[in-house]
């Protein structure tokens, strides 16, 4: 990979660009996808680049710890954006048949923020993870 202008810009403005909070729209979303439920830290595992050249194309892995037994499994995870000019980025609804909580997919960002993503069980819990993401070239259109 090679260091350009855009990168390094990018590297540099790092420390300047604060955590993004978490604002009104990001709320309203969450709220959609899963209530009022109390919500949990721990339990995921994001594999995502801190770095991404192109937000155009951004590579998201999500692990979720999970027995996935009929009477213990995953029944949803829901991923969010916090600067992007739609929140929610995607919903994905899964089984105990799929016997891991896993899934890989890729995604837009608009530009540096936190990812949010949220694992709903069967039984109930409600499982948080996030991560900073730095965005290169943005890759959504408002």
Not at 125 to 141: D, H, I, N, P
Request: net charge positive; aromatic share 2%.
């Amino acid at each position: 990979m090679m260091l350009t202008r855009r990168l390094s810009l990018a590297l540099f403005a790092l420390p300047l660009v604060a955590a993004a909070d978490t604002n009104d729209a990001v709320r309203a979303a969450i709220r959609d996808a899963v209530g009022d439920k109390p919500v949990t830290d721990g339990g995921i595992t994001l594999r995502v680049p801190a770095l991404a050249e192109n937000g155009g194309q951004v590579p998201l892995g999500i692990v979720v710890e999970s027995p996935m037994t009929a009477q213990d499994y995953v029944t949803a995870i829901h991923v969010f954006a916090t600067r992007n000019p739609t929140p929610g980025i995607a919903s994905f609804r899964l089984t105990p048949m799929l016997a891991r909580a896993e899934v890989q997919t890729r995604i837009r960002l608009a530009e540096d923020q936190r990812l949010i993503v949220l694992a709903e069980t069967s039984t109930g819990r409600v499982l948080r993870a996030s991560a900073e993401l730095r965005v290169g070239a943005g890759g959504c259109l408002s």
